[in-house]
């Protein structure tokens, strides 16, 4: 069974451990099975890329590396860095930021 995790794609997050510690980014892809985030312009690491048709290049290009989810925290728009809490807005359940209250 995979876990939910309360940071999806989309959302923008900051870096709290780690090489890029204090970088912010968008969540590119969040893996729940393996407990990993993408994010935009972090963890960029060198690979070597075989060359897959006439046009592509190969060589050794720059990716974005996966993150383990518990080195990220979402960032609200009002408050900054925070943690995820959860609201019923009628019969639907809404994430909330839980030092302004703030929808995210």
């Given at each position: 069974?995979?876990?939910?995790?309360?940071?999806?794609?989309?959302?923008?997050?900051?870096?709290?451990?780690?090489?890029?510690?204090?970088?912010?980014?968008?969540?590119?892809?969040?893996?729940?099975?393996?407990?990993?985030?993408?994010?935009?312009?972090?963890?960029?690491v060198k690979k070597a890329m075989r060359?897959?048709?006439?046009?592509?290049q190969g060589g050794i290009v720059e990716i974005e590396a996966p993150l383990n989810i518990s080195n990220v925290a979402i960032v609200c728009k009002k408050c900054g860095v925070t943690r995820?809490?959860?609201k019923l807005d009628g019969d639907k359940k809404i994430r909330v930021c839980r030092k302004c209250g703030e929808k995210l």
């Open positions: 069974m995979e876990k939910k995790f309360k940071i999806r794609k989309d959302d923008t997050v900051q870096v709290i451990a780690g090489k890029d510690k204090g970088k912010t980014g968008n969540v590119v892809r969040v893996n729940p099975t393996k407990n990993t985030v993408i994010v935009s312009g972090c963890n960029i060359k897959r048709s006439q046009q592509d995820i809490g959860y």
